[in-house]
């Protein structure tokens, strides 16, 4: 079966810019992620949604940023008025349950800010 | 964030030798997990471990979940071609806090 999906695979954009990334997890899976992983770190958490609801937002970094899974399926982070310090590859994941299961992830959207 | 202590950050090694790294936390972790990612690509799940002393392996790669809960280490034998990759070790603390990862080592073999 397919596995987790993200489009764009590549976002430039410019400084102050409104962007939005797309996440289309597993099917059936209710809990999805994401996370924010830059040039020589490991990723690190951002959002986990249950359903439709964000279950835990802590790592999102400022008000700039935002996530909705209005349907309990696909996702789309939102961030406002972009940062070059926003440059990263966000990564989805999702998994079948609960954050203990197995999180699969996508490929990743590379976003550069310019 | 929180990032997990990983080493080496890097390894150049003969294609038939032996590999191993390991992952290092001030807090425990009662899940460890160990994953690989290739260019372009998200991290991929190699082993995972839920037990402190757990020792599991997963064909060439061993992993064990140290007594303390605060460590981890992966071994790769008789390394390949294909293991080229940055490896990740991530804990968690109960099932549903998220993954914190570790800054990655990569793998380079030489064949």
């Known amino acids: 079966g397919a596995g987790v999906s993200q489009t764009p695979s590549n976002k430039v954009t410019e400084k102050g810019k409104y962007v939005e990334l797309r996440c289309d997890p597993i099917?059936?899976?209710?809990?999805l992620y994401w996370y924010r992983q830059s040039l020589g770190q490991g990723p690190e958490f951002l959002i986990y949604?249950?359903?439709?609801?964000?279950?835990?937002d802590s790592g999102l970094p400022n008000d700039r940023f935002f996530a909705v899974r209005p349907e309990g399926s696909v996702s789309t982070l939102k961030i406002q008025r972009t940062e070059r310090g926003d440059s990263a590859v966000y990564l989805c994941?999702?998994?079948?349950?609960?954050?203990?299961?197995?999180?699969?992830f996508g490929p990743g959207t590379r976003l550069t800010v310019l | 964030g929180q990032q997990l202590n990983q080493s080496p950050q890097s390894m150049f090694i003969q294609e038939g030798e032996d590999v191993s790294m390991n992952c290092t936390s001030s807090?425990?972790?009662?899940?460890w997990l160990w994953y690989k990612q290739d260019p372009g690509e998200g991290p991929v799940l190699l082993i995972a471990?839920?037990?402190?002393?757990e020792l599991t392996s997963n064909g060439r790669l061993t992993a064990q979940f140290g007594i303390t809960r605060k460590d981890s280490f992966l071994n790769i034998s008789a390394s390949i071609p294909s293991d080229v990759g940055i490896y990740f070790c991530?804990?968690?603390?109960?099932?549903?806090?998220?993954?914190?990862f570790g800054k990655g080592t990569r793998l380079s073999v030489i064949a």
């Open positions: 994941a999702s998994s079948l349950t609960k954050s203990a299961d197995t999180q699969y």
């Open positions: 099917s059936g899976h209710t809990a």
């Open positions: 949604f249950q359903g439709t609801g964000a279950a835990d």
């Open positions: 807090s425990i972790f009662n899940t």
């Open positions: 471990l839920y037990k402190a002393g």
């Open positions: 991530a804990g968690q603390k109960s099932g549903n806090t998220p993954l914190v």
